[in-house]
């Protein structure tokens, strides 16, 4: 009975129930629900302190911010769905409706940040586009590529500003986008649908040790990513890893060229690709090379590889030493 009393003890402030309705709608920083519910950030920290204590509320890093969200325990669920059942006196409904008010406005703030870094780094990514085929193109290629089985649970390595889980993510059952850069992952976050709450998952991490159970994952995307790794084939590996058995891992890169600005001004780590190279780098991780496909564009060609992952555990990079 104890974990039942401390849950009903966190329910028992009109500020908590506001917090615990807030995150319902969306994953959101402590700053985030202080500027909703018109408080302190050290007063919502305490409550919040009191929801965590109660397992009702999850923390979760993310460089220098921290985001919460419900905690998704079945021990847990039965007290959410129970808020379903009480109807909201008029005065809850008010306070309600305007804390959702005052959400659609955090919203606003991140779609501004948004377009202000968009807008400071056109000129960079305009000179890279000019180089290869349309976005249009590509994305077209890759969902004539993923659409013959469903998405599952869509992991998005690199998910930088956040396009795939745009593109990809209503298709698909459960999305987590990882993503080394803070920053990237605010932009990200501001490209969530309003009904975004359980079903997307943000994290900070980095893409040659992925935070993620091994064969969590139904269909894996690395959109111009993978030119940035020193190491390319331990982040097939990584990818590798966390797809289920006969899961999907599309890589979108470039084909090899000798675009050397690209290395010096863009930090590109690799100069694109050959098919044999990726070929040799699946095989290694235990993916089936299933289709290639290519898109020529003014000087560089982007290319298409999608793996199919076979049948054993992967074991990580220190588990293969320890064994």
Known sequence: MSAAIEIFRAFADPTRLRIVHLLRAMELAVGEIAQVVGQSQPRVSRHVRILAEAGLVERRKEGNWVFLRLARSAEVAPFIALLDQL???????????????????????????????????????????????????????????LASQSLGHLLDIGTGTGRMIEVFGPGADHVTALDRSPDMLRLARAKLPEDAAGKYALMLGDFGDLPLEAESSDTILLHQVLHYAQAPEMVIAEAARVARIGGRVLIVDFAAHEREELRTRDQHSRLGFSDDQIQGWFARAGLDLEQVESLPGQELTVQLWLGRRRGARILRHEERISA
């Not at 305007?98 to 000129?123: K, N």
């Open 87 to 145: 109807r909201p006196s008029p005065s809850e409904r008010l306070w309600q409706e305007a804390d959702l008010a005052r959400l659609a406005a955090v919203r606003a703030d991140r779609s501004r940040a948004a377009e202000a870094y968009f807008a400071e780094h056109a000129e960079e990514w305009d000179a890279i586009r000019s180089l290869h085929v349309a976005e249009a193109e590509v994305e077209t290629a890759m969902t004539a590529l």
